[in-house]
């Protein structure tokens, strides 16, 4: 009886020690699931304090600025993980872009109406510009070259802009003119503002790939990065994208990915 009963009490006690180890294991997985959502939104939300507290230097210099929107779309592309932006193209990656950006994902209305279905999906209207109102209605009266004469862009703004994200303004701005020394792109000419974060295709070792891509903010210091899958742009618009950059600060993080 003696010999039964220990064998029951054995069994009993390994039963036991096992459920304790699966909860425990259970437990920590949890745990470490956890911390890491912390860790991405505190990081991201370090970024946007520190962004700003940054962005006034540059108010004199581009006083178009949107300082909090421009901070928080900052922190929005830093959220970003790289298995989200390396999901597919349109039902996941561009939505999550545009709304790192600010923008509304709108395409049944007419183009210079709020119309985003543009954005991001070639080479040149890849960067997240958030501007003040005030500043929305600028025209670019041929200074940036390539762009129209007037380019205006008010009524789309203020049609396809996310409330969420704080007062101003948000548009896909054009990358010509990105590669000069200051910019002399859409953002920072026409909106004299500075740019939330900029999409670049990332040639990759071989110098040809452009699978990659990154989001950098207007220091060219990198937010984010991610390989879509799917309806992505043509390479030969990603390629275009990079050789739009290349030799500026907004290449910096796509050469260092590519070394």
Excluded at 26 to 40: C, E
Excluded at 48 to 64: C, I, K, Q, V, W
Excluded at 131 to 145: S, T
Excluded at 211 to 217: A, G, N, T, W
Aim: hydrophobic share 35%.
């Amino acid at each position: 009886v003696r010999t039964h009963a220990s064998k029951r009490a054995r069994a009993s006690s390994s039963s036991s020690s096992s459920s304790v180890g699966l909860r425990r294991r259970s437990t920590l997985a949890s745990l470490g699931a956890a911390l890491l959502v912390f860790a991405r939104s505190s990081d991201a939300a370090t970024y946007g304090t520190r962004a700003r507290a940054s962005l006034g230097d540059g108010m004199n210099e581009y006083p178009g600025t949107a300082l909090e929107r421009t901070a928080n779309g900052r922190a929005r592309a830093a959220s970003l993980s790289e298995e989200t932006l390396s999901g597919d193209w349109d039902a996941t990656v561009r939505p999550k872009l545009l709304w790192a950006a600010g923008l509304k994902d709108l395409t049944n209305v007419p183009p210079g109406k709020g119309n985003t279905g543009h954005c991001f999906n070639d080479f040149n209207h890849v960067d997240a510009t958030t501007m003040i109102l005030e500043h929305a209605d600028n025209k670019n009266q041929g200074r940036v070259a390539g762009m129209a004469y007037d380019n205006p862009l008010g009524e789309g703004i203020r049609a396809a802009r996310d409330d969420t994200m704080g007062e101003g303004g948000s548009w896909c701005t054009c990358i010509l003119g990105s590669a000069q020394e200051p910019p002399a792109d859409v953002a920072h000419v026409q909106f004299q503002s500075r740019v939330a974060w900029k999409l670049v295709w990332v040639p990759g070792a071989g110098g040809d790939d452009f699978s990659r891509f990154v989001l950098v903010d207007d220091a060219g210091v990198e937010l984010a990065t991610g390989v879509p899958s799917g309806n992505v742009p043509t390479k030969r618009e990603r390629r275009a994208n990079y050789q739009t950059v290349a030799g500026g600060r907004y290449a910096t993080a796509a050469d260092a990915r590519s070394s």
